[in-house]
């Protein structure tokens, strides 16, 4: 079985400082790991993945992040917040090994950027 | 330009109906998904088809249909049997092998009146 978790409902953080948002996975082979980003009444746009290699991995919009192996985690980055950076993150996750490519998705973390 | 497309942006059901929403994706995906979702709880998988003419349960199939005839197409069904169907409803697609993620439509808000 595969799972992920977002163990942060909500982040909040001023505009121009740095942003985590935090992810932890569970699988039984090697993770394939997702970001992706949802405004408000609109669908989940991608912004990262991990797949293999380098453990930073660089996305979209400035975003980037983490695979910590001996962590199982997969954390969100940002050097700078900007306010329109304000929306709903999901983290998501499949087993590399599997068939198929079902992933597994995370609650979500609401990201409140402030001025 | 390819894409996935989801319609109405917004419905409208009354008690003890059935409302279809519909799912078109261009971009040539095998596999296709439903989720629903509530705030608080994430994306909860309805159903999900990896090939035409063949699809599997979710996390929370009760109360919900599919059909999978085109490889374009994926609708959902909300039936009577759903007694909390209000809810937005999110389809995706994706290629059915390797690494990829989904590609996401716009969704459709339910609501029941």
């Known amino acids: 079985a595969q799972s992920v978790a977002q163990p942060e409902d909500q982040v909040n953080v001023a505009e121009g400082n740095p942003l985590t948002v935090k992810c932890t996975y569970s699988?039984?082979?090697?993770?394939?790991l997702f970001w992706y980003v949802q405004y408000p009444n609109r669908g989940l746009q991608f912004l990262l993945k991990y797949i293999t290699g380098d453990n930073l991995v660089k996305g979209s919009y400035g975003f980037e992040a983490e695979f910590n192996k001996s962590q199982t985690s997969f954390h969100l980055k940002k050097p700078s917040a900007l306010v329109s950076d304000s929306a709903l993150y999901f983290c998501?996750?499949?087993?590399?090994?599997?068939?198929?490519?079902?992933?597994?998705f995370g609650t979500g973390t609401q990201l409140k950027v402030e001025l | 330009d390819g894409g996935i497309t989801q319609s109405p942006k917004y419905l409208f059901r009354k008690e003890g109906q059935n409302v279809t929403l519909s799912c078109e994706q261009n971009?040539?995906?095998?596999?296709m998904y439903w989720y629903r979702q509530d705030p608080g709880q994430g994306l909860r998988l309805i159903y999900y088809?990896?090939?035409?003419?063949?699809?599997q349960k979710g996390d929370i199939a009760e109360g919900y249909s599919v059909s999978r005839e085109k490889k374009e197409s994926f609708p959902l069904t909300v039936t009577s049997a759903q007694k909390n169907p209000t809810a937005f409803y999110l389809c995706?697609?994706?290629?059915?092998?390797?690494?990829?993620?989904?590609?996401f439509g716009s969704g459709t808000r339910l609501t029941v009146v």
């Open positions: 699988v039984s082979g090697n993770p394939y």
């Open positions: 998501a996750v499949r087993d590399g090994g599997g068939g198929g490519n079902k992933l597994t």
């Open positions: 995706a697609s994706s290629i059915d092998r390797g690494a990829y993620g989904y590609t």
């Open positions: 971009l040539n995906h095998d596999a």
């Open positions: 088809s990896q090939i035409v003419n063949d699809f």
